[in-house]
Protein backbone atom coordinates (compact mmCIF):
# COMPACT_ATOMS: atom_id res chain seq x y z
CA UNK A 1 0.00 0.00 0.00
CA UNK A 2 1.68 3.58 -0.70
CA UNK A 3 1.09 6.41 1.05
CA UNK A 4 -1.00 8.42 -1.23
CA UNK A 5 -3.38 6.06 -0.71
CA UNK A 6 -5.04 7.31 2.58
CA UNK A 7 -4.98 11.10 3.29
CA UNK A 8 -3.88 10.47 6.72
CA UNK A 9 -1.02 7.97 5.71
CA UNK A 10 0.21 10.67 3.51
CA UNK A 11 0.10 13.05 5.88
CA UNK A 12 1.42 10.80 8.73
CA UNK A 13 4.37 10.26 6.17
CA UNK A 14 4.77 14.25 5.52
CA UNK A 15 4.58 14.63 8.86
CA UNK A 16 8.10 12.23 9.49
CA UNK A 17 9.56 13.95 6.84
CA UNK A 18 9.44 17.32 7.79
CA UNK A 19 10.36 16.18 11.32
CA UNK A 20 13.64 14.73 9.68
CA UNK A 21 14.59 17.63 7.77
CA UNK A 22 14.19 19.97 10.73
CA UNK A 23 16.00 17.86 12.71
CA UNK A 24 18.90 17.77 10.36
CA UNK A 25 19.15 21.76 10.08
CA UNK A 26 16.66 22.49 7.00
CA UNK A 27 15.34 26.01 7.62
CA UNK A 28 11.54 27.16 7.05
CA UNK A 29 12.33 28.73 3.31
CA UNK A 30 13.99 25.57 2.12
CA UNK A 31 11.38 23.52 3.60
CA UNK A 32 9.08 25.72 1.60
CA UNK A 33 10.57 25.64 -1.52
CA UNK A 34 10.55 21.89 -1.02
CA UNK A 35 6.58 21.27 -0.30
CA UNK A 36 6.52 23.34 -3.84
CA UNK A 37 8.43 21.45 -5.69
CA UNK A 38 6.91 18.17 -4.20
CA UNK A 39 3.07 19.84 -4.90
CA UNK A 40 3.95 20.46 -8.11
CA UNK A 41 5.22 16.96 -9.13
CA UNK A 42 2.77 15.16 -7.56
CA UNK A 43 -0.33 17.53 -9.52
CA UNK A 44 1.39 16.88 -13.11
CA UNK A 45 2.73 12.65 -12.65
CA UNK A 46 0.94 11.27 -9.59
CA UNK A 47 -2.74 10.62 -10.04
CA UNK A 48 -5.24 11.11 -7.21
CA UNK A 49 -5.92 8.52 -4.73
CA UNK A 50 -8.66 9.47 -2.69
CA UNK A 51 -10.74 12.73 -2.65
CA UNK A 52 -8.66 14.99 -0.84
CA UNK A 53 -5.72 14.73 -3.27
CA UNK A 54 -8.18 15.32 -6.07
CA UNK A 55 -9.66 18.45 -4.11
CA UNK A 56 -5.70 19.15 -3.86
CA UNK A 57 -5.05 18.26 -7.17
CA UNK A 58 -7.76 20.83 -8.30
CA UNK A 59 -6.94 23.66 -6.15
CA UNK A 60 -3.11 23.47 -7.24
CA UNK A 61 -4.04 23.15 -10.92
CA UNK A 62 -6.35 26.80 -10.91
CA UNK A 63 -3.80 28.09 -8.09
CA UNK A 64 -1.27 31.32 -9.60
CA UNK A 65 2.13 30.37 -8.78
CA UNK A 66 1.81 32.53 -5.58
CA UNK A 67 -1.21 30.57 -4.45
CA UNK A 68 0.37 27.00 -4.81
CA UNK A 69 3.31 28.15 -2.33
CA UNK A 70 0.54 29.03 -0.09
CA UNK A 71 -1.16 25.77 -0.69
CA UNK A 72 2.39 24.12 -0.20
CA UNK A 73 3.08 26.03 2.90
CA UNK A 74 -0.79 25.19 4.00
CA UNK A 75 0.29 21.48 3.73
CA UNK A 76 3.36 21.78 5.80
CA UNK A 77 1.43 23.88 8.91
CA UNK A 78 -0.89 20.93 8.87
CA UNK A 79 1.21 18.63 9.23
CA UNK A 80 3.02 20.63 11.97
CA UNK A 81 0.16 21.27 13.52
CA UNK A 82 -0.89 17.47 13.48
CA UNK A 83 2.34 16.94 15.34
CA UNK A 84 1.40 19.34 18.04
CA UNK A 85 -2.46 18.01 18.66
CA UNK A 86 -1.48 14.35 19.01
Known amino acids: MSVLDNFDSWKDFLAN ?6 SQGMDQQTISNVAYEVGDYLSKSV ?3 NNEEAVLRELWNAASEDEQHAI ?3 MV ?3 QNQGNTN
Open 47 to 49: NAK
Open 17 to 22: RLNQAQ
Open 77 to 79: KLV
Open 72 to 74: ANS
